[in-house]
């Protein structure tokens, strides 16, 4: 590991241990065939982030099985990877951000609040429980986020306020102003229903690992977390999100109405299995199941 950063004590190492990444294995898990050339560019950082999207799963299920979340990247590489299973925001971006740097791309690691800043229910600050990337290429900022579920397909410019599309999903990143107790930031936006809707709001400060543990752990444990409280998983394709939360699969397509569907049991279980394309035994569909949403 290499010395990245001195604090007036001992030299820190590579607090994010890329050296354990098995790039070769996680290429072979989102389908890029090997010997491609992945140069540091805009067509690489797109390619790696639609096919991470389209091949791993967005899900929390290790959370409602009671055995929580790791965010240490050796631990993150074996559910992902080797056990072909999803997970949430801080699992996949730490998995792509190693991917990134191993590449020779600048990554730096942001933690957001999901939805606008301020919750107007509960009149107070939403908790900081989102994990995203900044990448600088080529003198311009790109927002990375393999991590969001029903979220990007493809990075988009920081350099821009203006709408940046995807195939039947047009995003846009607005900047924010700072507060005493807040920096300037910014706010990614999804037009739907032809309504600008606020996925996250993120500012610019840097993140070091143990904030991202932090973060993982009031959001894999807090009794208000949506992660405690709803069975979710989604996939994201290239023209569809299927979201499964609890009883309910919403389809939505590219530029299309929803559709909801509230699942029997079996149909349940025959579509978790069909969303993680991953193997889960009776007993953990059977826990699942009996939780409480």
């Not at 690489?44 to 299920?61: D, G, K, S, Y």
């Amino acid at each position: 590991m290499t010395t990245t950063e001195r604090t007036g004590g001992p030299l820190l190492q590579d607090e994010w241990d890329i050296a354990v990444l098995d790039l070769p294995a996680y290429l072979a898990r989102i389908g890029i065939a090997p010997g491609t050339a992945l140069p540091v560019s805009r067509e690489t950082l797109r390619l790696l982030h639609r096919a991470h999207v389209q091949h791993i799963p967005f899900e929390n299920l290790d959370v409602r099985l009671g055995r929580g979340i790791a965010v240490e990247l050796a631990a993150v590489q074996d559910k992902l990877v080797r056990d072909r299973r999803g997970g949430y925001c801080f699992e996949h971006n730490q998995l792509f951000a190693a991917v990134l740097e191993r590449l020779g791309f600048r990554v730096t690691r942001l933690i957001g609040r999901v939805g606008d800043d301020l919750d107007p229910v509960a009149a107070r600050r939403r908790p900081r429980s989102h994990l995203v990337l900044q990448v600088l290429l080529d003198g311009e900022r790109r927002l990375a986020d393999v991590g969001f579920g029903p979220g990007l397909l493809e990075p988009i410019s920081f350099e821009t306020d203006q709408p940046q599309h995807q195939p039947g999903w047009p995003y846009r990143l607005i900047r924010t102003d700072g507060t005493p107790t807040d920096p300037a930031g910014w706010r990614l936006q999804e037009l739907r229903g032809g309504v600008w809707s606020t996925m996250y709001t993120v500012d610019e400060q840097p993140q070091h690992a143990i904030d991202v543990a932090m973060a993982n752990h009031y959001t894999a444990t807090h009794p208000r977390s949506r992660f405690t409280t709803r069975t979710i998983l989604i996939r994201r394709d290239a023209d569809r999100v299927r979201s499964l939360i609890d009883r309910v699969l919403t389809v939505s397509g590219a530029g299309g109405p929803e559709q909801e569907h509230e699942l029997t049991d079996p149909q349940w279980q025959r579509t978790v299995l069909e969303l993680l394309d991953a193997p889960l035994s009776d007993a953990e569909l059977d826990t699942l199941l009996s939780r409480p949403a």
